[in-house]
Nanobody
Framework: QVQLVESGGGLVQPGGSLRLSCAASGFIFNNYFMNWYRQAPGKERELVALSPNTGTFTKYADSVKGRFTISRDNVKNTVYLQMNSLKPEDTAVYYC???????????????WGQGTQVTVSS
């Protein structure tokens, strides 16, 4: 069955770094957009970073541009989110997301991970 397993979250001081990983299984990784979302308490879930199946570009939320980097390893079926210069406002649950390329937002080929907590605090 489909699995997205995130890891790498935790507590970090402002200015610190974390690297999140999302290991995927149960579907053809190379055919899927792999994105990271986050949801802070009392806020809506937001797109943080996007990586298409082609790997030809990436897209970031304005709030994380220049600090976060999304990358994917199509051999290991894993997507990463390198987070540098972390701020308290980056505190949230971070979710891995997979969507089959060429399908719409109501596609049956959309999968979510269980989330990993990132807390930025001194």
């Amino acid at each position: 069955q489909v699995q997205l397993v995130e890891s790498g979250g935790g507590l970090v001081q402002p200015g610190g770094s974390l690297r999140l990983s999302c290991a995927a299984s149960g579907f053809i990784f190379n055919n899927y957009f792999m994105n990271w979302y986050r949801q802070a308490p009392g806020k809506e879930r937001e797109l943080v970073a996007l990586s298409p199946n082609t790997g030809t570009f990436t897209k970031y939320a304005d709030s994380v541009k220049g600090r976060f980097t999304i990358s994917r390893d199509n051999v290991k079926n894993t997507v990463y989110l390198q987070m540098n210069s972390l701020k308290p406002e980056d505190t949230a649950v971070y979710y891995c997301y997979a969507q089959l390329a060429g399908t719409s937002s109501d596609s049956q080929y959309i999968y979510w991970g269980q989330g990993t907590q990132v807390t930025v605090s001194s």
